[in-house]
């Protein structure tokens, strides 16, 4: 298996070992997005994204996911072995600390301020983002779970 590809067996695919990785896993805070982390017994890391309709359109919702799945695959190499991974975009990364609530524009889901601003997060903020919780996850040791 190429170290550049994302299979299958890399992802995680089923709702409940998302959930378990919720439920079980530590979390670890990022400016642009959470990752929740479970220790398995596969030896090889699986990575979720979750991005929830409040991102907007699936247009919005799938560029943030392929965002955040290029960054995984190019840096694949530093996560580890057997580690469950759910990541989790945050809903206005840089309106934080603005007074400023997601959907408080008076429409359901987002404002198209905030909507605006998640479109203007570029890979490589993600990739140094992703890069920097990976260090913090080294650093932990413990990733919660067996």
Same mark, same amino acid.
């Given at each position: 298996?190429?170290?550049?590809?994302?299979?299958?067996?890399?992802?995680?695919?089923?709702?409940?070992?998302?959930?378990?990785?919720?439920?079980?896993?530590?979390?670890?805070?990022?400016?642009?997005?959470?990752?929740?982390?479970?220790?398995?017994?596969?030896?090889?890391?699986?990575?979720?994204?979750?991005?929830?309709?409040?991102?907007?359109?699936?247009?919005?919702?799938?560029?943030?996911?392929?965002?955040?799945?290029?960054?995984?695959?190019?840096? *694949?190499?530093?996560?580890? =072995?057997?580690?469950?991974?759910?990541?989790?975009? /945050?809903?206005?990364?840089?309106? #934080? &600390? %603005?007074?400023?609530?997601?959907?408080?524009?008076?429409?359901?889901?987002?404002?198209?301020?905030?909507?605006?601003?998640?479109?203007?997060?570029?890979? *490589?903020?993600?990739?140094? =983002?992703?890069?920097?919780?990976?260090?913090?996850? /080294?650093?932990?040791?413990?990733? #919660? &779970? %067996?």
């Amino acid at each position: 298996m190429s170290e550049k590809t994302f299979t299958k067996e890399e992802r995680l695919r089923k709702r409940r070992d998302i959930d378990k990785v919720f439920k079980e896993g530590k979390a670890f805070k990022g400016a642009i997005f959470n990752a929740y982390v479970l220790r398995n017994s596969l030896g090889h890391p699986r990575i979720g994204i979750v991005v929830g309709r409040k991102f907007g359109g699936a247009v919005q919702r799938n560029r943030i996911k392929r965002l955040l799945r290029e960054s995984y695959r190019l840096n *694949k190499g530093l996560v580890g =072995e057997g580690i469950d991974m759910v990541l989790l975009p /945050k809903p206005a990364p840089h309106l #934080a &600390g %603005t007074g400023r609530r997601a959907g408080s524009g008076g429409s359901k889901g987002m404002s198209g301020r905030t909507r605006r601003t998640v479109r203007e997060v570029n890979f *490589k903020q993600v990739e140094e =983002e992703f890069k920097k919780l990976i260090t913090r996850i /080294k650093k932990d040791g413990d990733t #919660a &779970g %067996t």
